[in-house]
């Protein structure tokens, strides 16, 4: 299967959004929105670090990851798997062990001095590598994580994340400009079909996020948050 729009849902979205609703870690709070690191203001916020504490859900995400991973790249090319800090490690962690790669974790700010200061982990000049992070908002904060591997000799084309948000404009491209591909398991159209489907929260919460989801820029804009691109 190939990776599928962000305003499609998918099996395996569904099945992860389904997971990460049992868990706790999805957060809907329209009446008291988040600020995102981006700027954005959203009324929805996901945890993917909490999926640490829940073994069977785990699991079943990272063998997900792995499968869609070795269904659309030849992952005999690549040579390793490379964590952005810090909630990337244990996923990058996870999923090199799944599929048999060693790996690597990226600082987001240089230790020392050098090629490599952002760089932990024993990475061969050239090495094709895989990001790994938990998930993406507007792919702002994955070009410092890919300009470090490639400033430190890696190979990278391609990123993976359990999640994506999928609302924000611009995302996409952003990921086409630094020349990667974005594999996920979920966006927040699966999260709002699961949530629906299982009535995990009150009808009129999730119709603000269904408007959040419509127009994610007049909405941030509305509540405080980011207006632009």
């Not at 820029?217 to 980011?226: C, E, L, P, Q, V």
Request: negative net charge.
């Amino acid at each position: 299967m190939t990776d599928a729009s962000p305003n499609a849902t998918t099996a395996r979205g569904l099945e992860t959004a389904r997971l990460l609703l049992d868990i706790k870690a999805v957060n809907f709070r329209p009446e008291e929105p988040y600020m995102l690191t981006s700027g954005w203001a959203s009324p929805v916020y996901i945890d993917c670090r909490w999926v640490i504490s829940f073994l069977d859900a785990r699991r079943r995400i990272i063998k997900m990851g792995a499968d869609m991973l070795a269904e659309n790249i030849d992952m005999e090319s690549v040579d390793m798997m490379a964590g952005g800090e810090t909630a990337g490690i244990p996923y990058s962690s996870w999923l090199s062990e799944e599929l048999s790669k060693p790996m690597l974790y990226v600082r987001k700010k240089p230790k020392g001095f050098g090629r490599n200061a952002q760089i932990e982990g024993s990475m061969p000049e050239g090495a094709k590598v895989i990001l790994v992070e938990d998930l993406a908002t507007d792919g702002g904060s994955k070009i410092n994580f890919v300009e470090a591997l490639r400033g430190a000799g890696a190979d990278v084309t391609d990123i993976f994340v359990v999640f994506f948000y999928g609302a924000f404009p611009g995302a996409e491209e952003t990921f086409a400009n630094m020349g990667v591909k974005l594999h996920y398991l979920a966006t927040w159209q699966d999260v709002l079909q699961a949530a629906t489907e299982g009535k995990d929260f009150p009808e009129e919460t999730l119709d603000e996020v269904r408007a959040f989801l419509n127009n994610p820029i007049d909405w941030s804009a509305a509540h405080g948050g980011r207006d632009t691109l």
